[in-house]
């Protein structure tokens, strides 16, 4: 892709880039919606990226291009304010350059930018972390910067929060930006502290993404967020990540009917993270696929973020040889299924899956294939 990369942004700016960077997508493995009530969640950054290009410029002018979009958007050094219609994409490296420089660290003034992907948009592998994390390590080298990785996450989350306008949690930049070959990363979201787990070999993923959303996502995060935290002070606790089973169990006649199973879902799956921790230490990867039905089971009952597509691939995986486990991933309401895979599972399983989807809903799923991968990173320095 480096190659790719270099040879579109001489098409489009008539001179190699300076600089290359890349951040990975990122799949969440296990941990559904504790992010904002303190818990762990454990995260996959996968080997599909956003790499981006970057050469200096002496006239302080911005020239953002990429593949995804026509362009280039072309901006002034003191031009900070957010893009809208077609150029918005801009808002991600732009919304990087404001953070950064909102937290005092110097930015680079003009440059020539391209981003490369070859991660899919909007499908919740987060390509939007990918972009601003693999933005975020060109500028800090074309200005010689150097920040500790949790800085680099916490810039762009920053972007996304503050500048995009999404409130997302910090797994999707936690995830791309602490990533390691066979490994998944796992993150306490209190600190937030990041550290990261061997996967044992041979293990690789799966996603399906339905493309069916629930119209009403966005609402319904926002309803789920105020039951956990009224759970949460109804137990007399400051998030649920401080209740334990038996303090929920004891809580369970005072709590509205919706906010305890909201924090029945959340402090079992808070268990459930860790008890995966323990049983990829201990390389017993029937048991971490259990996990992952346990947690789809739990959001289908418990937290009722699931879809009857979601259930549909859920089920259809289980009984397929080779398969560990399988759950919906990322905010749930629709969206994708993620599998946990030994090399025995393969096309053939896959294609028996998306027929029988097909079958039944009148439209085939998308399937990535993925495996864990090294997290966002410098790839070259030019002359
Ligand atoms: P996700 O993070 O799940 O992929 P988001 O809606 O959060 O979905 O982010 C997708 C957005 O990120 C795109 O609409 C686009 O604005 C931006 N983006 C992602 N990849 C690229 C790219 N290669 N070039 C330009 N913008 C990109
Ligand atoms: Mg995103």
Redesign the pocket.
């Known amino acids: 892709m480096t190659d790719t990369l270099i040879e579109r942004f001489r098409a489009i700016h008539g001179r190699a880039p300076e600089i290359v960077s890349r951040a990975p997508?990122r799949i969440e493995f296990i941990g559904n919606h504790t992010d904002y009530n303190g818990g762990p969640v454990l995260g996959a950054a996968i080997d599909r990226s956003?790499w981006v290009g970057l050469a200096r410029r002496p006239d302080g002018r911005r020239r953002f291009a990429?593949?995804?979009?026509s362009g280039p958007v072309d901006l002034a050094s003191d031009a900070f304010e957010r893009a809208t219609g077609t150029q918005?994409?801009v808002?991600?490296p732009l919304g990087v350059l404001v953070a950064m420089r909102d937290s005092g660290i110097g930015i680079p003034a003009g440059f020539d930018y391209m981003?490369?992907?070859n991660?899919?948009?909007?499908?919740?592998?987060?390509?939007?972390?990918?972009?601003e994390l693999s933005s975020c390590i060109a500028f800090l080298e074309a200005a010689g910067q150097s920040v500790p990785r949790e800085v680099l996450v916490a810039l762009g989350k920053r972007a996304?929060n503050e500048f995009v306008g999404?409130p997302?949690g910090i797994l999707?930049q936690g995830v791309s930006g602490f990533g390691k070959r066979d490994h998944l990363v796992h993150i306490d979201c209190r600190g937030p502290t990041f550290t990261t787990v061997p996967l044992p070999a041979g293990s690789n993923f799966w996603v399906f993404n339905t493309h069916v959303r629930h119209a009403l996502v966005d609402g319904l995060y926002a309803e789920r967020h105020r039951e956990c935290l009224e759970a949460a002070r109804v137990i007399g606790v400051p998030l649920l990540v401080d209740a334990t089973p038996a303090m929920l169990a004891a809580a369970e006649t005072r709590l509205s009917r919706s906010a305890y199973k909201r924090a029945r879902h959340v402090v079992d799956e808070i268990a459930r993270v860790e008890q995966a921790v323990a049983a990829l230490l201990a390389g017993d990867l029937a048991a971490v696929g259990k996990l992952l039905f346990a947690s789809h089971r739990s959001s289908r009952t418990w937290f009722e973020n699931s879809s009857p597509e979601l259930d549909f691939l859920v089920e259809s995986l289980e009984p397929e040889k080779g398969v560990y486990g399988a759950r919906l991933t990322g905010g749930g309401f629709g969206g994708a299924v993620m599998a946990l895979a030994s090399e025995a599972f393969g096309e053939e399983g896959v294609g028996r899956v998306a027929e029988a989807y097909l079958a039944r809903f009148g439209a085939r799923p998308d399937v990535l294939h993925a495996r864990a991968d090294d997290g966002a990173a410098l790839i070259s320095r030019g002359p």
């Open positions: 997508g956003v990429s593949d995804a979009h918005s994409w808002n991600y981003a490369l992907s991660l899919p948009a909007g499908a919740g592998l987060s390509s939007s972390a990918a972009i996304e999404i997302c999707d």
